[in-house]
């Protein structure tokens, strides 16, 4: 009789914390509700009416965003290209590069391998402002600073993490499978691209997630390294529109910060797993 | 003996499949597999980071123009860093910001994911909504709180650019939104790893809920406080796209002497604005204070892999 009474309890008790949560989730996502609402809103009420909905004389229908993307002298468009561009490039080139090395490491595990990791494990610790001024100097001299060369910065910036990753898997694989490739004839190239690489899926997912999540929401380095005449990313492109101008329209900001967080949220919907699980594992960068 | 002979050769043979089979071959393929990374990696982080040490010692304006100081006035740069007002201020700012975030965040991740494990209705979906504003780059992040604080500071007159406390509270709450997902995806796997059969002895025992929370869950879960401790302390030493989009360091204080303390400016806020702003001839004192908050963030950093490996190596 008493088990049944304190179990009642327990299921009400359940039922007033999923409810609290419910409330606290809205809470959450408000913040992004307020971009949507305020992008619909003529500038001069979006910061009087903040909190108001967009109808009647407060609507701006979609001005804004006709208005935020020939905004300034710089179509939002040519930015989101390049974004596009850097992130895709830049994550690819990470990923096949570093994994061979990763492989490489931690099978020959020589002394320069060893040098090398520590040296990979060091950087994932050193702050960018440390490097940030001779490495935008550096990047000046060797024309890295374009979209399509720019890539090379990423790799060399953003190995340590990968490396660390990859060796560590690849530590925990067999390497009976790799000798048994190698007894029936398979080079060192064509092993790795046709046995290690399958199996190294899960850590080019998480290594992939965190290089993609890093790369499209950087802002410094792009700002530095890049000839900001001609190039821009969105997050330089938004920084720019709201530091530059005495008066910003934040109607039109709004519809850009819009713009640029749908391809975000459509991506972390459709591949929630992958990215819940490679940022846990990328737990260890800080 | 002959037969002898040939069958140790083999056995010979055999044990050394591993070097001569796999790691052998791979050693000449060094150019393909390490040249790419390590080129970059040298241009990328290894050059970059060896000319800024360097540099600190250095008086310069651009890379090519650096003159050393001399063995006499070696750490000018440094000791310029440290009677530069504005530093020490971005410093005790970033120390009390960093404190007051790390006990926020932790707490109500903490609280958050100790909910979500006790099978309440919904928890995947709270999961996703909690954890989703850490996709959102800082600088947008910026800008859409600035947004939401002067719609609720209009009412009041004011401005988050206007008050320190404003400018620090709302940091707090900004970073609160970001990263309280991120670390109570860090509970939760530690949560779920609390092993079930001393949660039911503590429960046989007549352990109170809060009993059983502090004296079994809580030190089973010490790994991953451990690593969400050190997680938000350097991201909280070492935020940066946020501060900027949100106050870039306004108010300003113009003090007597000429000099301008911006109350909410972070330390790599001020090392950038050192760096990028008016005087150009500061750049050796902007390259020290980099070195100063590289040794701060890389020391927290190595005792968290030192954490993070212990228990690997534990497990």
Redesign the interface.
């Known amino acids: 009789m008493a088990k049944q009474k304190t179990l009642k309890a327990e299921k009400r008790h359940k039922i007033i914390l999923t409810v609290v949560f419910a409330l606290i989730a809205l809470l959450w996502v408000y913040p992004v509700v307020l971009v949507v609402i305020n992008s619909f809103k003529l500038n001069t009420y979006v910061k009087t009416d903040t909190f108001a909905l967009p109808f009647g004389k407060l609507s701006a229908g979609i001005q804004n965003f006709v208005k935020g993307v020939t905004f300034g002298n710089y179509p939002f468009f040519k930015s989101a290209f390049y974004s596009v561009i850097i992130t895709v490039t830049s994550s690819a080139l990470i990923l096949i590069c570093t994994a061979m090395t990763g492989w490489y490491i931690a099978r020959v595990d020589s002394k320069f391998c060893r040098i090398m990791y520590l040296l990979c494990v060091f950087s994932m610790v050193v702050p960018f402002q440390m490097v940030m001024f001779t490495l935008s100097k550096t990047a000046d001299v060797l024309r890295l600073n374009t979209p399509w060369t720019i890539p090379v910065i990423y790799l060399g910036f953003g190995a340590g993490l990968a490396i660390f990753m990859f060796v560590g898997f690849v530590k925990s694989i067999p390497r009976e499978i790799e000798e048994a490739a190698a007894i029936d004839g398979c080079g060192p190239v064509r092993t790795f691209f046709s046995v290690v690489l399958p199996i190294l899926k899960p850590t080019l997912i998480s290594v992939g997630i965190l290089e993609i999540m890093w790369i499209w929401n950087d802002y410094l380095l792009p700002y530095l390294v890049l000839d900001r005449t001609k190039y821009m990313t969105i997050p330089i492109h938004i920084q720019y529109l709201k530091g530059s101008y005495g008066t910003v329209d934040l109607g039109a900001t709004m519809a850009l910060i819009l713009m640029s967080i749908i391809p975000v949220i459509v991506f972390y919907l459709t591949c929630q797993k992958h990215i819940i699980k490679g940022v846990a594992a990328g737990a260890v960068k800080g | 003996m002959a037969i002898k002979k040939r069958l140790f050769r083999g056995r010979r043979k055999h044990s050394s ?2 070097s001569s ?3 052998g ?6 150019p ?3 040249g ?3 080129l ?10 060896i ?2 040490m360097m ?1 600190s010692f250095t008086k310069f304006r ?2 090519s123009d650096a003159k050393f100081l001399g063995f006499a006035h070696l750490f000018d740069n440094y000791i310029k860093a440290f009677s530069d007002p504005s530093f020490l201020h971005a410093f005790w700012y970033t120390a009390l910001f960093t404190v007051v975030s790390v006990l926020f965040i932790n707490v109500l991740a903490f609280a958050v994911a100790y ?2 494990t ?5 928890n995947n ?16 992040l910026g ?3 600035s ?2 604080f ?3 500071l ?1 009412s009041l007159n004011t401005s988050i650019m206007l008050e320190t406390r404003y400018g620090f509270w709302g940091l707090i709450i900004l970073m609160c ?1 970001q990263q309280i997902g ?1 670390m109570m ?2 509970y939760i ?1 530690g949560l779920q790893a609390v092993p079930e059969d001393m949660l039911e002895a503590a429960k046989i025992d007549g352990a109170s809920k809060w009993q059983t929370l502090r004296k079994v869950t809580i030190p089973n879960v010490m790994p991953s406080i451990t ?1 969400c401790f ?2 938000t302390l ?2 909280g030493f ?1 935020l ?2 946020q501060n ?2 949100l106050t ?1 360091g306004q108010p300003f204080v113009f003090k007597e002497d000429g000099s301008v303390v911006k109350t909410t400016e972070m330390l ?1 806020l001020n ?2 604005n050192t ?1 990028y702003g008016q005087n150009a001839d500061a ?1 050796g004192t ?2 020290a204070k ?2 100063l ?2 040794l701060l ?2 020391a ?3 005792i ?2 030192h954490n ?1 490996r212990k228990r690997e190596v534990q497990q």
């Open positions: 499949l591993d089979l796999v790691k071959p791979i050693r000449r393929w060094f393909l597999f390490v790419p990374t390590l970059a990696f040298i241009l990328g982080f290894v050059w970059p980071f000319q800024g540099l651009t890379t909910v979500l006790q099978n309440i209705k919904g979906l709270f999961r996703t909504v909690f954890f989703m504003p850490n996709l959102i780059g800082g600088i947008v800008y859409i709180w947004m939401i002067d719609g609720i209009m939104w991120y995806i860090i796997a690593i050190f997680l350097s991201n070492k940066f796209d900027l989009a870039a790599a090392i950038y760096f750049r902007a390259q980099a070195v908050f590289f963030v890389a927290l950093g190595l968290q892999l993070t």
